[in-house]
């Protein structure tokens, strides 16, 4: 099995800055994993917003480069990742996602940007 639980979404006004956390674990999960946060907005395909290696290499769509920064904190058979948001933009709305890339994600936890 394996757990993936994210947290930190809410309303914010464009500009502002939230960050968010997932908290992966589990029988059939590795700390070795990459992880990654991928978003949906209302009426569009899920779109992959910032992968993170175990090694702490990291790489992030075009449209939130700069912006968003992706890390992670590995215990013993505990992962946190963290997706820190600033300079929010109404386009960022969306339900955020983080997963392990093999599979599993976690429930999704809601980011509105709106005034």
């Known amino acids: 099995q394996v757990q993936l639980v994210e947290s930190g979404g809410g309303l914010v006004q464009p500009g502002g800055s939230l960050r968010l956390s997932c908290a992966a674990s589990g029988s059939a999960f590795s700390i070795y994993y990459t992880m990654a946060w991928s978003r949906q907005a209302p009426g569009k395909q899920r779109e992959l917003v910032a992968t993170i290696a175990v090694g702490g290499s990291t790489n992030y769509a075009d449209s939130v480069k700069g912006r968003f920064t992706i890390s992670r904190e590995n215990a013993k058979n505990t992962v946190m990742v963290y997706l820190q948001m600033n300079s929010l933009k109404p386009e960022d709305t969306g339900v955020y996602y983080c997963?392990?890339?093999?599979?599993?994600w976690g429930q999704g936890t809601q980011v509105t940007v709106s005034s």
């Open positions: 997963d392990d890339q093999r599979g599993h």
